[in-house]
């Protein structure tokens, strides 16, 4: 049985990511998700949220993540790149997680928009080497052009990466950001604790 990463901004978290931890849960081979809010993300703008208050909020609406029923799935929030600080490098996060966990398989959750732009990452050789990379499709692209993709970039780990074939979920963090204080689409994209966060403890501020 393994360990899951799930890591990103989570700025903020919502309904796309909160579909992908189903699909993870879902997965047999997986006993436990690491879900960690990075505290910079590589390549990217500081998140418009505090690291702090976006680990509070992953903490807060953990009470309702999907789980399985049989052989539960264990979900830990990790503080661990935020506690770090600095930019949150995949590859340093595992060697961190391969220590922690010595004898379990590893396994990193991504989405097909990141997964996409894995042979840019840092050290991804070595990455693919550590663990099973599961992607999630969050476009409607073939089957076909993953195939083509991973057999371009790195034919030698094929083994190495699982494709799901799953439903897409059409919701981004930068959507919802774009879309508070102009209109109110966004409070679908959310689950309840987030909305409730960006209305009453004023995270519509850092959105502006």
Known sequence: MGVLLYGGSFDPFHNGHYHML????????????????SYQTPKKERSSVPAKERLMALRAVSTSFPNRKKNPVSFIISDYEIMKKGVSWTIQTLVWLKETYPDQPLYLG?????????????AYKDILAMVTVIV?????????????????????????????????????????????????????????????RIDHENWKVYYQ
């Open 110 to 122: 991504l989405g097909s928009d990141t997964f996409f732009s894995l042979h840019k990452w840092r």
């Open 22 to 37: 189903r699909l993870f849960s879902d997965l047999t081979e997986i006993h436990t998700i690491l879900l960690m809010p």
């Open 136 to 196: 999630v499709r969050r476009d409607q692209l073939p089957l076909k052009a993953y195939v083509a993709y991973i057999e371009q970039e790195f034919p030698s780990r094929k083994d190495a990466v699982k494709i799901l074939d799953n439903t897409v979920i059409p919701v981004s963090s930068t959507d919802i950001r774009r879309q508070i204080g102009c209109s109110d689409a966004w409070r679908s994209g959310v689950p309840d604790s987030i909305r409730d």
